[in-house]
């Protein structure tokens, strides 16, 4: 128990180091956490199995994104959280021109297919309260038979793979219309892949 603290502590030391904003503030004064014993990061509140999956992949990109503005330190979180089925992470604002809100809505899009749990890729959501899972992590939960529900949920939603691609749409006030615009997620995913493989294996 002990030994599981302080590499928390030491992992937690390391990452805000290198991401200053994941210090955690109080969300409603934005002030920094006094005492702060480094025991948890602003990061902890991702779920589990998207924070395994691409949680400092995220933060790589972000941090590369603020630094070209010279705003690290000036970036703060406001909440992060799963909605959904989509992680959702909220800030205190970024500089005009900073792409760190298309980046969180690149990976907003992948988490839909990422189990929540554990990190397992390219899984279905469940029905109800949205949330993505694989077949091994359903088991854990209060369903009258997981297996088949899974196995309904995953031929339902076929196929369910990471998207490749994001589409949106936004207002022109120029044209006066509504535009659509479609983002290419692909070297975003294939870094998810090869991450996973590192870890896991094929």
């Known amino acids: 128990m002990m030994d599981t603290m302080i590499n928390s502590v030491i992992l937690n030391n390391s990452l805000i180091e290198k991401y200053p904003w994941l210090y955690p503030h109080y969300q409603w004064t934005g002030e920094k956490v006094e005492d702060y014993d480094y025991t948890w990061t602003e990061l902890d509140a991702l779920s589990k199995g998207w924070r395994e999956a691409f949680g400092e992949l995220l933060c790589e990109e972000i941090q590369e994104e603020l630094e070209k503005f010279d705003y690290a330190d000036k970036y703060s979180i406001a909440q992060i959280k799963s909605k959904f089925g989509e992680m959702r992470w909220y800030d205190n604002g970024c500089p005009d021109g900073c792409r760190v809100h298309e980046i969180i809505e690149n990976y907003a899009a992948i988490s839909g297919y990422i189990c929540e749990i554990c990190g397992e890729l390219d899984v279905p ?11 091994r992590c359903i088991k854990k939960m209060s369903f009258k038979d997981p297996e088949a529900y899974w196995e309904q949920i995953s031929k339902e939603q076929f196929p369910h793979t990471l998207p490749l691609t994001r589409r949106y749409r936004r207002w022109s006030s120029d044209k006066d219309e509504w535009e659509e615009f479609v983002v290419d997620l692909t070297s975003t995913v294939q870094k998810i892949r090869k991450r996973y493989v590192e870890r896991h294996g094929d």
């Open 125 to 135: 959501s469940t029905d109800g309260w949205i949330m993505p899972v694989c077949k």
